[in-house]
């Protein structure tokens, strides 16, 4: 084990940082995790909000977080993180959530199908158009890797669609990523936010259930609508 390497000089201490930081100069793929938990919520408090009450409903707790290992040059010393943010000064960040580093121009970032749907709710939520969560970084996402060979309705409008401003507008190049144990099929998908939605049904008294099954099932019918429009 080499043992000496602080008494290397510094030019040479920040090219070995920056190889570890770049991984030998090679693009990486940053799996991501854009994580929806379902909830239900009565109504909105005017007093808190502001805003009008809301019907009762379904409503998300949106979080994002890093899947694959981050870099550990970013917590070895206060020398290798300088090299390692001047080689990814971009992030992504969720609220006040955790950073996730990376470079535009060479790194792909990964959302399986479960994630890229989470983001499309985020987007289409009030919170989101009256900027009352904060979400950074997406716009500068150039490279993007999901696991399908085409895209479907919801990446489209997240890079498209000018009502959602749009989310992602700089995507230029995509690449067909497969992992295991990531929802990778619009099947899987399906049977996912399903089976969520029903563990949250089976929660409530059964008068709000009978309320909400109605509006729950028109909810399942746009879902399976916006899923299965592709686009190749």
């Known amino acids: 084990m080499f043992t000496n390497f602080n ?8 090219q070995v940082w ?20 379902p909830y239900y919520q009565k109504t909105t408090r005017r007093i808190i909000t502001g805003q009008r009450s809301q019907w009762p ?16 040059t970013l917590f070895a010393c206060w020398e290798s993180r300088r090299v390692t943010l001047q080689h990814n000064p971009s992030f992504l960040q969720l609220d006040q959530g955790r950073k996730i580093y ?12 479960a994630d ?29 890797a999901h696991p399908r060979p085409h895209n479907f309705y919801c990446l489209h409008l997240l890079i498209h669609d000018a009502y959602y401003s749009p989310f992602m507008p700089s995507v230029k190049n995509f690449m067909t990523y497969h992992r295991q144990n990531r929802v990778e099929t619009l099947w899987h998908l399906e049977d996912t936010l399903g089976t969520s939605f029903r563990n949250i049904i089976s929660t409530l008294r059964r008068g709000r259930q009978r309320m909400t099954v ?19």
């Not at 030998?24 to 929806?36: F, T």
């Not at 707790?61 to 890093?66: A, K, M, N, P, T």
């Not at 109605?214 to 190749?232: E, G, I, K």
Request: with cysteine; hydrophobic share 35%.
């Open 7 to 14: 008494s290397l000089p510094y030019e040479l201490r920040c």
């Open 18 to 37: 920056a190889l570890a930081a770049t991984s030998l100069g090679e693009s990486r793929v940053i799996e991501s995790k854009w994580q929806g938990t």
């Open 57 to 72: 409903g379904l409503r998300f707790r949106h979080s994002l977080r890093e899947v694959s290992r981050p870099l550990g």
């Open 102 to 113: 990376f470079n535009p121009e060479r790194d792909f970032i990964y959302f399986d199908l």
């Open 116 to 144: 890229i749907y989470f983001m499309y709710k985020f987007c289409s939520s009030r919170s989101y158009r009256h900027r009352r969560t904060r979400a950074r970084g997406f716009d500068e996402i150039v490279n993007l």
């Open 214 to 232: 109605p509006r729950n099932r028109n909810l399942m019918s746009l879902m399976n609508a916006t899923l299965f429009a592709q686009y190749s």
